[in-house]
């Protein structure tokens, strides 16, 4: 019988594979906190995008009321639409008036559309209208759209002046 000999073959030792593994590792931390932050960047992006086309909403709601009274021949152009905080949906013929009761949130009724009150489930946005007169031939509108996302508060404001033209 024939002893066979142990040679040392060239290898890696457990230091050299941990080194391996913890440059990996720190790679690999690099890459998904990398990810977090494009998913976080994505979703207050999507709510910006959500605020502009509320805020815009508003605005056009007030203006559907001004154009209503000048189809109506309405003698007075600015009819409903004294100085003060309202609350309008796309339901609504007249702004209302912002009270102690209604903050101006916002919910998704059972179609997708977002209204106060009545809706199906609530969302982070709240919308409020300000309409200030500047003279007896115009008003400036302010809405305003205000969610909250991870904990930190954000408010998108729009601004447009209606003019009597008539």
């Known amino acids: ?42 979703n207050l992006n999507k709510n910006n995008i959500i605020a502009y086309q509320l805020a815009q909403e508003g605005v056009e709601f007030v203006r559907k009321v001004r154009d ?11 009819n409903y639409l004294a100085p003060g905080s309202y609350y309008m949906d796309y339901l609504d013929e007249t702004p209302n008036l912002l009270t102690v009761d209604s903050q101006g949130d916002l919910y998704k009724d059972i179609d997708g559309f977002y209204v106060h009150g009545g809706g199906v489930t609530q969302t982070n946005f709240n919308r409020i209208i300000e309409i200030t007169s500047t003279s007896t031939y115009s008003i400036v509108i302010h809405s305003r759209v205000s969610w909250m996302d991870h904990k930190q508060n954000y408010e998108y404001d729009l601004a447009a002046t209606l003019f009597n033209w008539k």
């Not at 931390?29 to 990398?34: A, K, N, P, R, Y």
């Not at 209503?68 to 600015?78: A, L, R």
Request: aromatic content about 8%; hydrophobic content about 50%; charged content about 15%.
């Open 1 to 42: 019988m024939k002893i066979k000999k142990i040679q040392n073959k060239p290898g890696f030792t457990l230091i050299e594979i941990i080194a391996v593994l913890f440059i990996v590792s720190l790679g690999l931390v690099g890459v998904l906190s990398l990810i977090i932050q494009n998913i976080q960047g994505q």
């Open 68 to 78: 209503t009274n000048w189809n109506n021949n309405d003698p007075v152009w600015d």
